[in-house]
């Protein structure tokens, strides 16, 4: 496994385009890919901590949420711009937040909780 600031090997590159497929494709059919595709997949096939992996999925965010806002709103319409930029302060704060609470809990809590979010949600879904 590479570190944070090691060399990829083939396949560690090979999965890492898996990954980032998915989550554009996730992204873009959904409004997801960071948090419940990069994460998951980053602690399983590449044995990353839940930490590293939880900061390189916020980094990856950042270029698919704008690229996929961009084709959203400039190809189909679909981006209520104001209601976007007014998410983005509170979203801001709870990061800052989320990041401090992570950072002082055990990492095993964390993919505890985070699993936890994902069954809630997969069952509100599935009772919609």
């Avoid at 570190?3 to 990829?8: F, I, N, Y």
């Avoid at 998915?22 to 959904?30: D, E, N, Q, V």
């Avoid at 839940?50 to 704008?66: M, N, V």
């Avoid at 976007?84 to 800052?96: C, E, Q, R």
């Amino acid at each position: 496994m590479s570190t944070a600031t090691g060399s990829l090997s083939r396949d560690e590159l090979l999965k890492l385009a898996v990954i980032g497929t998915l989550a554009g494709l996730f992204s873009g059919l959904f409004g997801v890919g960071g948090g419940t595709v990069i994460v998951p997949l980053l602690i399983f096939w590449l044995a990353y901590g839940e930490r590293l992996a939880t900061g390189t999925s916020l980094a990856a965010i950042i270029l698919i949420g704008l690229f996929g806002a961009l084709v959203q709103g400039g190809f189909y319409g679909n981006v209520h711009l104001v209601t976007g930029l007014l998410l983005t302060i509170p979203a801001v704060l709870g990061v800052v937040l989320g990041t401090a609470i992570q950072q002082r809990i055990p990492q095993r809590a964390v993919s505890y909780l985070f699993a936890a979010l994902l069954v809630a949600i997969a069952i509100e879904l599935i009772l919609k």
